[in-house]
């Protein structure tokens, strides 16, 4: 969204952009020699969503993204990094913002999440 570009591949870079401004807050703890847990906090807010207004022929966009929400544990089974097996959940809280862009006809806009895990094997 705040590339409107439809893919990295296929779009073509018009550098007319919402742009996005991004507040992280994260911690990474080594729970156990084998264990790390991972979770980060983000605000997003557009710099400039008069270029969405623009582009979606729709006033009044509010610039708060939303919260974005993420937990994660990195497993390493060796104790080395030979072997890495990475898990966790993330969502996304709509804020005004992304509401004035994806709201349905009914005004309701449904919470984002996703699993995501990787293993990672090196010799």
Same mark, same amino acid.
Do not use: C
């Given at each position: ?9 296929? #779009?073509?870079?018009? $550098? *007319?952009?919402?742009? &996005?401004? /991004? ?36 006033? #009044?966009?509010?610039? $708060? *993204?939303?919260?974005? &929400?993420? /937990?994660?544990?990195?497993f390493r089974p060796l104790l080395n990094d030979n072997a890495i097996l990475i898990g966790g959940v993330s969502g996304l809280i709509p804020g005004r913002g992304f509401e ?12 984002? $999440? ?10």
């Open positions: 969204m705040p590339n409107l570009r439809a893919s990295k591949i296929q #779009g073509q870079t018009n $550098f *007319v952009n919402p742009g &996005l401004h /991004l507040l992280n807050f994260g911690v990474d703890a080594d729970v156990t020699p084998r264990t790390k847990l991972i979770a980060n906090v983000n605000f997003l807010w557009f710099d400039e969503p008069q270029v969405l207004e623009t582009f979606t022929f729709q006033g #009044g966009i509010d610039d $708060f *993204v939303g919260t974005d &929400l993420s /937990l994660g544990l990195e004035d862009l994806y709201e349905q006809l009914d005004g309701k806009t449904n919470k984002l $999440f996703s699993l995501f895990a990787e293993v990672i094997l090196e010799y």
